[in-house]
């Protein structure tokens, strides 16, 4: 008795449709892609019984397989000629279970024919090496306890962390060396990371996947390793302010824990709240611990995601200073997402003047026309930089090495040149994804800017051919990044762009296209609470606050 080794180990639903089933654990492929419930594939062997009619049958075989399985006759039985019902398989089993332990051998054999005599007729075949399989519809009645599961955190993790790298981020990035320390995952899921660490990683994995499948247990279960891991990070602090000694790897802590609340949004402002964290960890470590290794890729992924943040900081983040712009990158030279990360992070510096023209304004304060020359003289030194950052990337694209090249440093002192009429060219096509983002970022950087210009105004008007052009690019490159699809692009790449478009938009058409932009978006990709909520607070000053407090500044150290 055995079974089959050429049998399909496929799901009962692949079967019954006649489909090949790729077997993978728990759901099947086929099942997930066509929406089905799927049981899950065959484990283990299944033993059945063999008839000796069809045991001779099979031995009169012209050539019979060298490696047989030999069966002796005494352990095989006669099958009954007709199907018995489910009411006679149950009523047999209650019969055989109503018997204690203290019976004989004889009567222990007795029982196993019993069982064995109720299989269907049609499961007594044998083939050349005489293992067979009994169908799951033969055995239904056999059920699991279905009270208990056992927990899927150990069993499915790596799965979890496998479809976090390949789905979160956009794998252009990694050409990039952007995210590289994503690709450690697994191996510090396996080491002796501090405990928040794990329960961060598996909070984030199981959360995303688990929306992404739309398994509510999976979701739940990941919020109970989201809390334990925040209490546990609260420890690990105290431990570390008295200790004065900090690991690069706890930085993963407070940045998975922003992408858990990127997927699950248990709170407004919850994805910034940790990101604001992990940058004060980065101040920790200073600009030197972060020239090389996971403490250098960790950097570069959470210094690119303060710029989502942008338009809620009121005074430019310790990252947009000279020593943590050339100190980290002096091992690793910057990338043209860093160098354009650079010129972003000193937005701040043009918002917090805006604030205070507006209450100098406000108070009819003389000195707001002096405020008001600041925001201009400001805001037209960043446009200038981002003229020099689009000119040397188009340079750097045709004539340097795509993987390894660095990108030209920016001179130390960029002549403020004059705007001219808007002659912005609209990109039509992108090198891939990852270029398609970068080209949205730079287009989000000029609307804001321009933004800014407008806000000053006496009439609150003007640039709007600059604004429109700039979000004309934004949608052409969110365009490319649907035909594309989900699994190419990542899932947080475009929120940012499409977001500032909401806000700076001066044609309500424009505006209302970018907020179906953003919310299509997030259900692709397993982020629509994040970008529902994006789409329609935007166009509010909620979001201009810092953290959701207009008196509530972050200074740097505190």
């Given amino acids: 008795m055995g ?31 066509s929406g089905r419930r799927c049981p899950g594939a065959t484990a283990g062997n299944v033993f059945i019984n063999v008839s000796p009619k069809t045991e001779a049958a099979a031995s009169q075989s012209a050539s019979p397989a060298p490696n ?21 398989r149950r009523s047999s089993r209650s019969k055989l279970s109503s018997r204690g332990s203290s019976d004989s051998d004889d009567d222990s054999a007795t029982r196993s024919r019993a069982w064995k005599g109720s299989l269907p007729a049609r499961a007594a075949h044998i083939t050349d090496v005489a ?42 990035s990694f050409l990039t060396k952007m995210n590289l320390w994503a690709y450690q995952l697994p191996a510090i899921i396996a080491s002796a990371a501090s405990p928040a660490v794990h329960c961060a990683i598996r909070a984030a994995t199981m959360a995303f996947y688990g929306t992404k499948v739309s398994d509510l247990s999976l979701q739940t279960e990941a919020s109970r390793w989201y809390v334990r891991g925040l209490g546990l990070q609260r420890t690990e602090l105290e431990r570390t302010q008295s200790n004065k000694q900090l690991d690069p790897t706890a930085l993963l802590a407070p940045l998975m824990f922003s992408m858990f609340e990127t997927i699950m949004v248990t709170e407004r402002l919850g ?3 940790h990101l604001r964290a992990a940058s004060r960890f980065l101040e920790l470590l200073g600009p030197h611990g972060c020239k090389d290794g996971i403490a250098n890729s960790l950097f570069r992924s959470i210094r690119a995601g303060l710029i989502f943040m ?45 604030m205070r023209w507006r209450q100098l304004t406000n108070a009819q304060d003389p000195e707001a026309s002096a405020v008001r020359a600041q925001v201009e003289a400001r805001a037209l030194m960043l446009l200038t930089r981002l003229d020099w950052f689009w000119e040397h ?10 993987l390894h090249d660095g990108f030209p440093p920016e001179p130390a002192e960029t002549p403020v040149s004059p705007r001219k009429p808007a002659t912005f060219a609209v990109p039509t096509d992108f090198r891939d994804t990852f270029g398609a983002q970068l080209v949205a970022k730079y287009n989000t950087g000029n609307l804001l800017l321009y933004g800014v210009l407008r806000s000053i105004r006496a009439l609150g008007d003007g640039y709007e051919d600059e604004i429109f052009l700039h979000g004309q690019s934004v949608l052409q490159a969110v365009q490319y990044h649907e035909i594309s699809g989900p699994t190419h692009t990542g899932c947080v790449s475009m929120i940012f762009p499409m977001r500032s478009l909401v806000m700076e938009a001066t044609l309500d058409t424009q505006r209302v296209q970018a907020q179906k932009a953003l919310r299509h978006w997030g259900r692709k990709r397993g982020v629509a609470k994040l970008c529902n909520i994006e789409a329609d607070v935007a166009t509010s000053d909620y979001l201009r606050m810092p953290f959701g407090h207009a008196e509530e500044p972050w200074v740097p150290g505190t």
């Fill in 393 to 402: 990337y188009g340079y750097w694209l045709q004539n340097s090495d795509y």
């Fill in 131 to 172: 293992a067979l399989q009994v169908s799951m519809d033969d055995i239904q009645d056999m059920e699991l306890p279905s009270w208990y599961q056992p927990s899927k955190k150990e069993i499915f993790q790596q799965h979890f962390t496998a479809h976090f790298i390949g789905n979160f981020f956009n794998p252009a």
């Fill in 271 to 273: 994805w910034a709240q």
């Fill in 310 to 354: 942008t338009t809620g900081w009121r005074q430019p983040p310790p990252f947009a200073s000279d020593e943590w712009c050339t100190i980290p990158y002096s091992i690793r030279p910057k990338t043209p997402t860093d160098a354009l990360d650079t010129i972003l992070l000193q937005l701040p510096a043009c918002y917090a003047l805006r």
């Fill in 3 to 33: 079974r089959l080794g050429g049998r399909s180990k496929g799901c009962q639903t692949c079967r019954q449709r006649r489909v090949k089933c790729d077997e993978v654990q728990p759901e099947c492929g086929q099942c997930l892609r």
């Fill in 68 to 88: 047989r399985l030999q069966i002796p006759a005494n352990a095989r039985v006669k099958a009954s000629s007709a199907p018995a019902s489910s009411q006679s």
